[in-house]
């Protein structure tokens, strides 16, 4: 019977849209440990074996971040450029976008810092025109074709390789995490079509970001890296951890922020999260961060576009605005997630869904169209939020800064006075409002779309565009009326008391908090971008405010509104279970239906096990002593029977469909020429999860959050009664959502 | 056991081609900081209209120690005590950047792009096209629905039943590509046409 203890080959691994066993991994993983360990004690090769296999969690993480750190940088430059490439190109070498072009040439003045003759409009290189309106049309026409041709692109690429490179792949991982097997979602060519097309959809001017895309791509590198050694590749369970760090690490290059990368896979993303986990998700973020900032994309050692540095104080009174910009960005995030799951509803179960390509195009045109004319659609998102974030200086040329300056003015550069609008500014007020309105409705019909989309930065830009029109209104009103009670003990005239671009800092942390009920990473990663602890506590102030209106109207942010949208099993940990239902209420089978499928323990044949699992399509069985006296002896999988049952039809002699089936150690007494019995024991699960029928559901809940289960069993006096799955516990909670919770008390 | 090798080659292959790709980026990236354009540092600054001299951006190529106004305003449009006036309202930025990387990555990016552009039409246009006039008079057994099915890899189910027979490495390759275009169709029937997961 030497080959029975041999491991079955594919047992142990998952299928697919599965859940994995928790517990299982992590005892598989304990005896590989300490097989390992044991085996050390033996040679010196097999010691530097078991440091190798010790070292390897950290090669593994340290491969994550140079892989994340440079597949961000190379995404970062190519989006530069290609943005670029919609308005003109540089002669000199077609690979340097606008601001590159420019950057040895001489010839740009004050006024117009933007231009130099080697960087040419599309109008100026084809029909050598610059002003007028046929040049204008004529740009107007080549960025619309531009960004269609883009776009277009990308989904043909999404559609012919990699469907599951679409969407901005949060709630996959986050229900992957959960143990949850998604096959495909995080191989090679999803990584490789996710990176080529997340470059051109951004760079197409859609309303969308790249930052949850990125967590994505750092997770398939993350997974890559993990298929290398087996102590990970062999162990859904270890492999999770990696990909919480590789989160970590994705975050960290989006946002330029290790810590707030971090305390982002620690909150939205990662399901357990150890605190061995912690420290090497911490490590990986660094080795991320400081590989892009080698690459140095932006040219200016910063990893992200729009870092801010300036340190002009706050006051107290400025709460007030504050924690208005709070509830508008509490408002628009219950809007957007409502409208944005109505719509993304709409395209999963009407026609709407059947042509993903046209409608790419139908809404890249429109956004095209409409974003143009604006010159603050018209610049990249990230551009527009750098130049909301940043403060006015005598030397700012924008449209934003167009203040009335007085000529007599001797102050030096970063300590002017709170100014007058000028016309520009007042212009530029008018534009930020419509571009306001088109960005709130676009990015409703871009989110979701076939094509990968983030929306950490459409929120950004809508909160820095309404914080910012917060601030220029109190820092004009501060202006005129300096002598409101208010104002009068902290802004006296000719004083600096109000910066907008804090403003658009706190409004952009508001928005994101409403959309994806962040709380402390929201706060960090905003901190960490500003380089400044003095603006955390109206970051606070907002991101609570903004949580707590958003909260009032639902419990779900964005990602666990998609995941329900989409129906995966996702047990969340936040939600809490407070009704008084009990476990029979829950468990199957019901009163009136047929009774479970059990095995027994050693009565059956393989013919009848056979035709149980044809009939049924049960993940499991129970195995009981006999049919009468049901008590519990232990649990086997559906995919672990078949495959066992092959096996010995092929390799062990005399088993026949009438070979009794036995789960004890010993074979059965049986009469003298019954075919050979054929041994299962090792597929047994003999410690399964088991709960009395009046347990409370509010501790059956917790035990399957807390220790990962896919089943329990329901027994009273030892006698087995029903079965609880994941699954009916999910059904259990969604139906108890809808109602009142006293209400309930059947048994 | 040869199945385990041959997995095991591909992902070796995978891995050396994924790390070297990185690698390479890598090492360029080493070599501009090692061998710096002389054009890829500077330090600009931004004087604003003073007097009645207009505002002006100076640049040169200058070290950062040296990255102020005095060194870089030249020549000095104002005189004697309006100079330090003048530099108060300057300001002034060192600045550096690669041009080789920017160069390196792009070139790198839309020759990817190309490839994946060229694979595609090949797979979806100039492939079934082959695959009838190879295969079109011996199909017998070829169904309607293939026929007019525009997805690409329709004919995936077709092609791995008779290659399983033959055995050498081009049909091996073939096989792998096979079996990957079965599995996107899994994947776009379930994201695409069922809406199952990622709607």
């Not at chain 2, 931004?46 to 070290?63: A, Q, T, V």
Request: aromatic letters at 10%; a neutral charge; one cysteine or more.
């Amino acid at each position: 019977m030497d080959f029975l203890d041999e491991p079955f080959p594919d047992v142990g691994t998952y299928e697919d849209f599965h859940t994995i066993d928790w517990l299982r991994e992590k005892s598989r993983d304990t005896d590989r440990h300490r097989k390992i360990t044991s085996k050390s004690k033996e040679s010196i090769w097999e010691f530097i074996k078991s440091l190798l296999d010790a070292w390897s969690g950290w090669v593994v993480m340290l491969l994550i971040g140079l892989l994340a750190g440079t597949l961000a940088g190379v995404i970062d430059l190519a989006v530069d450029w290609m943005t670029d490439l919609k308005e003109g190109v540089c002669l000199s070498a077609f690979w340097y976008s606008h601001e590159q072009c420019c950057w040895t040439s001489s010839e740009t003045t004050f006024e117009d810092r933007d231009k130099c003759p080697l960087w040419q409009k599309w109008s100026e290189l084809l029909v050598n025109q610059s002003e007028g309106a046929s040049a204008y049309i004529l740009n107007y026409l080549m960025y619309i074709l531009w960004a269609l041709l883009f776009a277009f692109l990308a989904v043909s690429l999404v559609r012919v390789f990699a469907p599951y490179a679409c969407g901005s792949g949060i709630p996959e991982i986050k229900t992957i995490l959960s143990g949850f097997i998604i096959r495909g979602y995080l191989g090679k060519w999803t990584l490789l079509i996710k990176t080529v097309t997340l470059v051109l959809v951004v760079s197409s001017g859609l309303s969308l970001g790249k930052e949850g895309p990125l967590v994505h791509v750092a997770c398939c590198c993350g997974n890559f890296f993990s298929s290398l050694f087996s102590k990970y590749s062999k162990n859904e369970g270890k492999r999770r951890e990696v990909l919480s760090a590789a989160a970590a690490a994705g975050v960290s290059v989006a946002f330029g922020a290790p810590i707030g990368g971090v305390l982002f896979s620690l909150e939205e993303v990662s399901y357990y999260f150890p605190l061995k986990t912690l420290w090497r998700s911490f490590f990986a973020a660094l080795v991320a961060a400081f590989t892009l900032r080698s690459i140095n994309p932006f040219g200016n050692s910063r990893l992200v576009l729009f870092y801010v540095e300036y340190h002009t104080p706050w006051y107290m009174a400025e709460l007030f605005p504050f924690i208005l910009l709070g509830v508008f960005g509490g408002l628009w995030g219950t809007l957007f997630t409502r409208c944005n799951i109505a719509w993304c509803r709409r395209r999963k179960t009407t026609r709407l869904g059947k042509y993903p390509v046209l409608e790419v195009i139908v809404v890249t045109t429109i956004t095209a169209i409409i974003a143009y004319p604006n010159p603050y659609t018209r610049q990249s998102t990230s551009e527009l939020i750098s130049e909301l974030f940043n403060d006015c200086g005598a030397l700012e040329s924008s449209q934003l800064c167009d203040y009335i300056n007085d000529p007599n003015m001797t102050r030096p550069v970063d300590d002017i006075p709170d100014r007058p609008a000028g016309v520009g500014v007042y212009t530029a007020m008018w534009q930020l409002a419509l571009a306001l309105i088109f960005k709130i409705v676009i990015t409703i019909f871009t989110f979701g779309m076939k094509i990968p989309s983030g929306l950490f930065i459409p929120s950004m830009a809508v909160g820095a565009m309404a914080g910012r029109m917060v601030g220029i209104g109190v820092e004009q009103l501060a202006y005129h009326h300096h002598d409101w009670i208010i104002f009068r003990n902290w802004c006296r005239p000719g004083a600096d008391c109000v910066t907008p671009g804090l403003y658009a800092m706190v409004g952009a942390a508001a928005c994101l908090g409403g959309v994806t009920r962040m709380t402390v990473s929201l706060v960090v990663i905003m901190f960490e971008l500003t380089g400044g602890l003095e603006y955390i506590v109206p970051l606070m102030a907002a991101a609570v405010t903004s949580k707590w209106v958003a909260d009032a109207f639902g419990k779900e942010g964005i990602y666990e509104a998609h995941i329900h949208l989409n129906g995966y099993p996702f047990l969340d940990v936040k939600d809490e279970f407070t009704h008084r239902t009990l476990a029979t209420d829950v468990m199957r089978p019901r009163r009136g239906e047929p009774p479970l499928s059990v095995l027994t323990q050693d009565s059956m044949t393989v013919e009848d096990v056979e035709t149980l699992i044809k009939e049924t399509d049960y993940n499991g069985f129970p195995v009981v002593v006999s049919r009468d006296s049901e008590r519990l002896i232990g649990f086997a999988q559906r995919r672990e029977l078949i495959l066992a049952i092959k096996n010995a039809r092929q390799r062990q002699e005399g088993i026949v469909s009438n070979s009794i089936m036995y789960f004890t150690e010993e074979p059965p007494e049986l009469p003298a020429n019954s075919p050979h019995p054929l041994k299962l024991r090792r597929i047994l699960n003999l410690s399964p999860f088991t709960v009395t029928d009046l347990t409370p559901m509010e501790t059956v809940v917790d035990i399957f959050r807390k220790l990962g289960l896919r089943q329990c069993l329901v027994t009273r006096s030892g006698r087995l009664l029903g079965i609880i799955t994941k699954k009916d516990v999910l059904r259990h909670m969604a139906q108890m959502a809808n109602q009142d919770p006293e209400s309930i008390m059947f048994n | 056991m040869a199945s385990l090798w041959r997995g095991g080659l591909l992902r070796l292959g995978s891995v050396l081609g994924l790390s070297g790709l990185a690698l390479s980026v890598l090492l360029l990236v080493q070599l501009t900081d090692a061998a710096k354009n002389f054009e890829d540092v500077r330090c600009k600054c931004i004087c604003p209209p003073y007097k009645e001299n207009p505002g002006h951006i100076y640049n040169k190529n200058i070290s950062q120690k040296d990255c102020d106004c005095l060194h870089v305003v030249e020549p000095m449009p104002v005189r004697g005590p309006d100079v330090e006036a003048y530099c108060l309202r300057c300001e002034c930025k060192y600045e550096e950047r690669s041009s080789v990387t920017i160069k390196v990555t792009i070139i790198i990016y839309l020759s990817i792009l190309g490839l994946l552009l060229l694979y595609m039409v090949y797979l979806t246009l100039v492939e079934p096209i082959l695959k009838r006039r190879l295969f079109g008079h011996s199909q017998l057994l070829q169904s309607d629905d293939d026929v007019g099915d525009h997805q690409p890899f329709a004919n995936a189910h077709d092609v791995l039943a008779r290659s399983r027979s033959r055995a050498n490495v081009l049909n091996k390759v073939e096989y792998a590509q096979q079996r990957w275009k079965l599995q996107v169709q899994e994947q776009r029937k379930s994201v695409f046409d069922r809406h199952v997961v990622l709607s």
